[in-house]
């Protein structure tokens, strides 16, 4: 069964740094790109950032609202992928998901496992 | 960037009957688009692939039709858990993955 455990949210000030890890198990993690996506309270999904696997050179991409703040990593030897998270704003209080990326073709990249999230607060 | 709008904003339906739910892409998406339920306080569920596959576990009720612009997904009688908020997804052109802002459907 695949599971995708986040783990690191908290309170933090504006401009505090905060860094997230998705544990995961189930499945062949290094085979697969993964993503970050959040969930401001009360409010819809919003795709955070992608890393793609070893073939593919671990590149990532993220969207316009974090660039340059947030980097997205993985250890696939621990199974794990990451979210630093810099220079944090009070519209960043979000639900951050993890979730796997089902495959690495051009037609395939639904998001088809989910974790469960972890709840990030950016407050004075 | 791909727009994604989905309609209604709120749809209420009794229990058995049909729930239509609308997404529109500001351009072509093919077939590259998904739907996910979300239940309230748990993470989002994939639904529909492909604009019309239904993923492992997904109940038959639940149907998606459309290519390019339009799409649907249908339930064709409404279950008590059905009651959640739907969002649609293109990957057909990213960096960004976008989503819509979601249907809600409430218990008429």
């Known amino acids: 069964e695949v599971q995708l455990v986040e783990s690191g949210g908290g309170l933090v000030q504006p401009g505090g740094s905060l860094r997230l890890s998705c544990a995961a198990s189930g499945f062949t993690f290094s085979d697969h790109y993964m993503d970050w996506v959040r969930q401001a309270p009360g409010q819809g999904l919003e795709w955070v950032g992608r890393i793609r696997n070893k073939p593919s050179s671990y590149t990532t991409e993220y969207a316009a609202s974090v660039k340059g703040r947030f980097t997205v990593s993985r250890d696939d030897s621990k199974n794990s992928l990451y979210l630093q998270m810099n220079s944090l704003k009070t519209e960043d209080t979000a639900m951050y998901y993890c979730a796997r990326v089902y495959g690495t073709g051009w037609n395939s990249h639904y998001l088809d496992s989910w974790g469960q999230g972890t709840l990030v607060t950016v407050s004075s | 960037e791909i727009v994604m709008t989905q309609s209604p904003g709120t749809l209420s339906v009794s229990p058995g009957e049909r729930a239509t739910l609308s997404c529109r892409a500001s351009?072509?998406?093919?077939?590259?688009l998904a739907w996910y339920q979300q239940r309230p306080g748990q993470a989002p569920r994939l639904l529909i692939y492909?604009?019309?596959v239904r993923a492992a576990g997904i109940p038959a009720r639940f149907s998606g039709s459309g290519s390019g612009t339009e799409f649907t997904l249908t339930i064709s009688s409404l279950q008590s858990e059905d009651f959640a908020v739907y969002y649609c997804?293109?990957?057909?052109?990213?960096?960004?993955?976008?989503f819509g802002q979601g249907t809600r459907l409430d218990i008429k």
């Open positions: 351009q072509s998406v093919i077939r590259n």
């Open positions: 997804q293109q990957y057909n052109k990213w960096p960004p993955i976008t």
């Open positions: 492909s604009a019309s």
